[in-house]
């Protein structure tokens, strides 16, 4: 995993690993994801886009779980991600 | 809620997501111009208007995911997910392909659950969710 220079709490998926063994829409998701270029789940985080990484000030993730489990799969510091925060 | 309120209430303020960078900047959310956007929204085609209505519901799925995740929740907590899910049960319908509204009712459904947004309060939700659903299928198609 990259260093990471953000400022924010780090990002904490509220789906666990679990989760993707005993949910198989879940795997089929993860599944997907690990089709797509990490450029393209890049993308699809940014704010503004139709699925935005939407973050609670603590660093839980609300929206994206599945795509920022990917990309700490490949090493990405997804802590240098812009967020959408969320109350 | 009649038409008058509806379109009385389109004229608050609803705001786009606010953007958080890593070092530390925040750039605040800009507001969304409703009138415009649901002129546009009007003219789309059903598929893209289905689009915007679908980025809609998905968002407040979210936000009703982050009112109940933490419990307990308040009961002006469960207020707010009445309503959200009162929303979500409309946009649902309406995309349904065997019972399509006309655009100019799905304009007319969106101008009411902002109203419903500026009346118990997750407006910040709509906002946010009419700016991707906007910025999603209004300036791509």
């Not at chain 2, 605040?28 to 289905?50: C, I, K, M, Y």
């Amino acid at each position: 995993m990259q260093r990471s220079g953000s400022t924010k709490p780090p990002l904490r998926r509220i789906h666990g690993d679990a989760l993707y063994e005993q949910d198989s829409d879940a795997r089929r998701s993860l599944d997907y994801h690990r089709t797509r270029t990490t450029e393209e789940i890049v993308e699809s985080l940014r704010p503004g886009a139709d699925e935005s990484l939407k973050v609670k000030p603590d660093g839980r993730i609300f929206q994206g779980n599945t795509r920022i489990k990917v990309l700490e799969e490949r090493g990405f510091p997804v802590n240098d991600l812009p967020r959408d925060p969320i109350p | 809620m009649n038409s008058n309120d509806a379109a009385k209430d389109t004229a608050r303020k609803l705001y786009g997501p606010t953007v958080e960078y890593p070092d530390g900047r925040v750039i605040p959310g800009q507001p969304v111009n409703v009138e415009d956007v649901l002129t546009q929204f009007e003219h789309l085609d059903a598929d893209a208007r289905s689009a915007f209505l679908c980025i809609i519901a998905h968002d407040l799925t979210v936000a009703v995911r982050s009112i109940v995740f933490d419990p307990p929740v308040t009961e002006a907590g469960l207020e707010r997910v009445k309503w959200i899910n009162e929303s979500l049960h409309r946009l649902t319908s309406c995309v349904n392909p065997y019972k399509r509204w006309s655009a100019q009712d799905e304009a007319m459904l969106i101008r009411g659950i902002i109203a419903n947004s500026f009346e118990h309060g997750f407006d910040g939700w709509v906002g946010r969710a009419i700016a991707a659903a906007a910025g999603n299928t209004t300036r791509t198609r």
